[in-house]
């Protein structure tokens, strides 16, 4: 069984310029979240997609945006990138649309995102 | 107010203690909650969920306390491989939010 993987794993980027992080989910898991961590905090929720749908979205602007594949692999698109979205972003998977339903998150090793 | 918030720590405690971390929560609507654990530089993993009055496994409890909105975590009998910080995660209709985590260090 293989875990969540994200592609790349570390990214520098200029202010302004646009980026595309990308996630394949655990075998068998129909839903992935993406998260934004920054140093010293926990990951803030950006937003949730399951079976291709965006069903949950977290405090981000619209220049956050995703999408989810048929193969449940997901992309996290950010336009016009600001200093402070410079963090580790974090892709997770579970099996069902919500984690109320007690299925935790599997959590891929992120990618580390600079803006320079 | 935060949704949800953690003492940050640092917990630092000898080999062999017991240490509870606490987590509390503003949306009383919210019926299962998690404790992951995130080693430095890494992502977190699940360590345990917690949906009713708590949860054990092995050196660690997790107790759930809705009347006062709180969850905890105990771990009894500290390792040096418990050294990690440990969030707290609330979900609540399709959304998930962590505390900034505990961080623990265990010392020989």
């Known amino acids: 069984e293989t875990g969540v993987t994200q592609s790349p794993t570390h990214l520098i980027k200029t202010r302004g310029q646009q980026v595309t992080l990308r996630c394949s989910s655990q075998s068998g898991?129909?839903?992935?979240?993406?998260?934004?961590?920054?140093?010293?905090?926990?990951?803030?929720?950006i937003f949730q997609y399951y079976r291709e749908e965006e069903n949950g979205r977290g405090n981000f602007p619209p220049r956050f945006s995703g999408?989810?594949?048929p193969n449940y692999s997901s992309e996290l698109n950010v336009n016009a990138l600001e200093l402070?979205?410079?963090?580790?972003?974090?892709?997770?998977?579970?099996?069902?649309?919500?984690?109320?339903n007690n299925y935790g998150y599997t959590f891929g090793s992120g990618t580390r995102l600079t803006v320079v | 107010r935060k949704e949800v918030?953690?003492?940050?720590?640092?917990?630092?405690?000898?080999?062999?203690?017991?240490?509870?971390f606490n987590c509390t929560y503003s949306n009383s609507a919210s019926q299962s909650f998690?404790?992951?654990?995130?080693?430095?530089?890494?992502?977190?993993k699940l360590l345990m969920s917690v949906y009713?009055?708590?949860?054990e496994d092995g050196r660690f409890t997790a107790q759930l306390n809705r009347a006062s909105q709180y969850i905890s975590l105990l771990i009894r009998d500290s390792k040096l491989s418990d050294s990690a910080t440990y969030l707290c995660v609330?979900?609540?209709?399709?959304?998930?939010?962590?505390?900034?985590g505990t961080t623990l260090t265990v010392k020989p």
């Open chain 1, 29 to 45: 898991h129909n839903t992935v979240s993406w998260y934004q961590q920054a140093l010293g905090q926990g990951p803030q929720f």
């Open chain 1, 67 to 69: 999408l989810q594949f």
């Open chain 1, 84 to 100: 402070d979205d410079s963090a580790l972003y974090l892709c997770a998977s579970m099996p069902g649309s919500r984690q109320e």
């Open chain 2, 5 to 20: 918030e953690q003492d940050p720590g640092p917990f630092n405690v000898p080999e062999g203690a017991t240490v509870a």
């Open chain 2, 34 to 44: 998690f404790w992951y654990r995130q080693d430095c530089r890494k992502e977190p």
């Open chain 2, 52 to 55: 009713s009055s708590g949860n």
């Open chain 2, 90 to 100: 609330v979900p609540n209709a399709g959304k998930s939010t962590f505390g900034d």
